[in-house]
Each structure stands twice: as structure tokens, then as C-alpha cells.
């Protein structure tokens, strides 16, 4: 291949196989996994043993989710015993005359009004090898029911509308849709459709009992590296105040402001009150509340602090736990430890980390075992909220940490543009910055650091640059999905996230981008020189985004190294 006469030599383009059917490749793929396989037999009891525990921890909570009073109902989620999916129920509220409050409590007893079961999941994932529910909303009157499902796993929804009380169908079903939809009134839906590619690409409007095919476009994003959407989450509006959701040092924040009365001016929102938060570093996120309540509804967690519910009276300051996920095996979030720490990268910036740790287990002497996680793309925000997988390495006295690299979204817009097109090594050297303030302050040592890359692809890339860069820091690695062949994934523009990616990193069909990109690109970096340590690479064979020929060339090259100890896992 060559390009502004720089010829790339690939000798193994010809694994590529879109059709996964070449009987060559797919037996090279079974060795692969016959050889992680008999590599690790030795301690797959103990693998046993951390699977089910990490199944345990996250195994659904039986019983009901926090209620959510919308109009006359309480509207809730019940998971039963035995069962894979959840019920979806509401109760009538006899009192409703009373307005919205705190310390609200949906009566449960015999007194009660019966329990109504809407939907539930489980009649409707008979029969499918697949079930997902993508949305469940009520319409604003509360007489209907929109919801989105997808049974194939493709992230391709049919939207039906049921009667409330009946269940009954109103109208044919939206076929071939996301599950991005709002109630427009009581009689109408917005959707969003796909193109090919699985670009979010139309807006829709729907009258109900009205046929698909006369639908309103109400919007078309031609430019292919944008993707629409229909939702707002930085800010929640009620009738008498807004409460607005912003990232302040690397870290959420919630401010709520008083409106003025209806027929006033609204002028600069002043003297807001932010809500108070319990651990040094946490996440918070929206979730529904009413329009005409004084109650704001978040979920908050952090990395010690299980998922929990909270309705906050915006009138009073007063925040009431609703809900907290139970954690199996004896939890204990007093047991543990977080903080917020700051590496300097190689140019002064200061980038933010986050911690957790046993208390009882850790010495923080320099040979505790650290596991390190990041990902710096996208303008994501890896929130310090809570993962209960990581507690089989914390309860074995790891320290965890979470490198907040730029690239991502947790120190503003500025944090994503440092990191992306031809900034994007600055999140590589974050991460090694990171590791080296573990390191020099006693979390860890190169001996004793594995990382991991966050979400499919560039968390990937991420951990592969790096390791090409540093390969003496990190002690093992763990390559979930990576995207490791980026100038030539980047020159085909028929892959689905090509178009994507040449907003984050950059078209390397033009000259400038094509050489920075080369500069760092995994596959074009590895050198014979480099001792890896361990590898673990982890991919999924019909993964519609990143192609298994890309991922198997890290593996080859990484093999013909003078040194190398991988395994590979294909799913």
C-alpha cells in the first residue's frame, strides 16, 4: 500500500474475512483459542471461582425499583425470582390531590390499590434468543404505553403502543427504528432511524394509528460524522426552577436555581444551591422527574457507594435515599477507600486519577498489585461510579485507578480537543504519566501494573500505543476489542465507524494526518526490541464495528517479536 510514496507492506491482509466463513481463518481462530485454553489450565478453577463472583455481585436485585410518581401512578420495575427480565407496574395513588413530596412512600399492603403489570419482559422474550428493551414510556396523560425492543442484538428497535390498562395495540408498530423515543402530546411519538451504517441519521414524527410510511421527517443530518439525537441531559427543567448538571475539576456537579414566577422575566440564573455529595470522587446522573414538583431524582454512586436513588427537595436543600442496589457477599462500603489524585504530563498538565483500595489489605509500600484503566476518546467521561467486577481484584489487595486522560470529556471541551486528531498522543503520554505517579508514590510498581483499556476500540488503541511506547512500565495488558490497524482501517471508508473516526483521529487520506497517524498507529509501531510481558486480547468474531483482520494482525506481529507471551480470545 502506499500513500504519498510511503509504501506499508501488510502481509496479512488476506485474513480479512467479512463473511467470517473462511474455513482457514476460522480454524487459525480456534487454535488461537485452544492455546489461551490449555495456557491457562492450570488456574481455571480459580477463573471459575472470580467469574462467579463477579456474576454474583451483579446478579438483579429481586424486588422493586425506586417508584417514580407520574400524575395518579406510581410506575415502577418488579424482577422476580427465576426470572431474566423485568415486570413493568404501576399503582394508582388514591390521594393524588396531595402534592409530590420527599418523603413520599408507595403503599404496598393489602389496603394498597392492586399492582398492575403493564409489561412483562419475560412473556415478550419467549421464543428469542435475544431480548432487549430499549425504552418504556408512558404518554403524558397516562392512558398509553410506547416501548422499544430489540430481539437480535443489532441495536435495531420496532416501537410498539399499548393501552395502559388493556395492553392492547394502538396502531401498527415502528419497524426498524432506535430506541431513542419521546412522546410528542398524547397522540404523537419522535423517533430516530439508522442509515446502513448505524448512523443515528432522521428525525421522525408519527401520528399514532397513522401508517409508517407517511411519517414527518423532521430533521436529516447529511454530513456522515454526526449522529442526531433527541435528548438533552446537561440541565432538567421544572415549572420553578432548572437544575443544571456540569463537570468541575474532573468531577460532576449539580446546581439547582430558582425560576421566577410564571410571566416574569427570566434573566441570568444567580445564587444557586449545589447539592452536596458525600465521597471525595462520585458519579451522578439525571433521572426522570416531574415537570410541575419541586423533587429533582438522580443516581449517584462512587467507586465504594453502590447505585442508589435520591429525590432532592429543590425547595428545602434535603436529599432523601429512595433506593440502594444490595451488593451480595458481605459489602461493606466502609471497608474501602478512594481519592483524587494528580499526575503532571509531559507537557505541565495535570491530569486526574482515581483510587480505590482496601483498607486492611493495602500497604502502599510500592509492591501492591495495580490495576490501571482509561480510555481518552470521544469526549467520554469515565466516571468514578461504582464497578462491582473490580472487587474481585480489590478484595485480593489491588489498587484500581482510573486514568482521566485527555481525549475525554471530565475537564470540559478543551479535555476532548487536546486529545483528538493531532493532539491524540497527548493521551497516550497522560497514561504513561499516570502510571509513573502510581509508581513513584507507592501504589504499584512496574512489576505489579496490568492495564486495561475502556469500551470497544480506542480503549484498545490507547493500550496498544502505549505499550509500543513504554513496554518496560506495564507488567501485563489487557486488549478488550482493539482498534490496532488505524491507518488502514482509517483508509476504508466502507467499514461503519470510518466516518467517525476521522473526526477523532483524523483522515489519513490527507497527508498530515496519514503520517501522525502512522506515527503512533500499534501495528506500525511494534518493535522486535520490545518485551511485552503478558498480553490478554479479547475479541468478539461478529463485532459490526471492528474487524477481526485488524485485531488478528496484533496478534502475528506481536508473536514474530523477539519476546512475546500473549493469549487471544475470540467470542
Known sequence: MEMFGDVRVDDYYWLRDDSH????????????????????????????????EMVGRTKEEVGISAPIRRGSYYYYERTLVGKDYKLHCRRLITNDVSPPSVYDVMPTGPEAPAEHVILDENIRAQGHEHYYLGAFLPSPNNKLIAYAEDTKGDDIHT???????????????????????????????????????????????????????????LYHEKNDTFSVSVKIQEFQLFSGYVAIYEMENALQKVTVYSLPQMGEEIGPLQNGRAID???????????????????????????????????????????????????PGGFESSDYLTERKWAVSTDSTKVP??????????????????????????????????????????????????????????????????????????????????????????????EKLCITGDQYGDGGLLIGVVLNMRPDLFKAAVLDHPFVDVVTSLLDSTTPETIYEWKELGDPRKEEYYYYIKSYSPVDNVSTCNDFGKLIQIFHLF???????DFLLMIIIVTNCRYYNHLTYFV
Not at 484503566?373 to 474481585?392: A, I
Not at 463485532?543 to 483482520?549: P, Q, S
Open 543 to 549: 463485532h459490526v464495528t471492528i474487524y477481526i483482520f
Open 353 to 446: 486519577i482515581s483510587i480505590l483500595y482496601k483498607k486492611n489489605l493495602v500497604k502502599l509500600d510500592g509492591f501492591d498489585p495495580l490495576s490501571m484503566h482509561g480510555l481518552g476518546s470521544y469526549g467520554e467521561s469515565l466516571s468514578p461510579g461504582f464497578d462491582p467486577s473490580v472487587f474481585s481484584l480489590v478484595d485480593r489487595g489491588f489498587i484500581y485507578a482510573i486514568a482521566h486522560i485527555r481525549g475525554g470529556g471530565e475537564m470540559g471541551r478543551k479535555w476532548h480537543e487536546d486529545g483528538m486528531l493531532l493532539n491524540k498522543r497527548n493521551s497516550f503520554t497522560d497514561f504513561i504519566a499516570c502510571a509513573e505517579y502510581l509508581i513513584e508514590n507507592k501504589y504499584g510498581s512496574k
Open 159 to 217: 416501537v410498539y403502543v399499548i393501552d395502559a390498562d388493556k395492553g392492547t395495540a394502538i396502531g401498527n408498530p415502528l419497524k426498524g427504528v432506535t430506541s431513542n423515543i419521546e412522546w410528542a402530546g398524547d397522540d404523537a411519538l419522535v423517533y430516530i432511524s439508522m442509515d446502513e451504517s448505524h448512523r443515528y441519521q432522521k428525525v421522525w414524527s408519527h401520528k399514532l394509528l397513522s401508517d409508517q410510511s407517511s411519517d414527518l421527517c
Open 277 to 327: 455529595f458525600v465521597d471525595p470522587i462520585y458519579s451522578v446522573f439525571t433521572e426522570e422527574s416531574q415537570f410541575s414538583s419541586n423533587i429533582l431524582r438522580f443516581s449517584y454512586s462512587s467507586m465504594k457507594t453502590p447505585p442508589s436513588i435520591y429525590d432532592y427537595d429543590m425547595t428545602s436543600g434535603i436529599s432523601i435515599l429512595k433506593k440502594i442496589q444490595q451488593v
Open 21 to 52: 466463513s473462511n474455513p482457514e481463518i476460522l480454524s487459525y481462530l480456534k487454535a488461537e483459542n485452544d492455546y489461551t485454553n490449555q495456557s491457562m489450565s492450570s488456574v481455571k478453577q480459580f477463573e471459575d471461582q472470580l467469574y462467579a
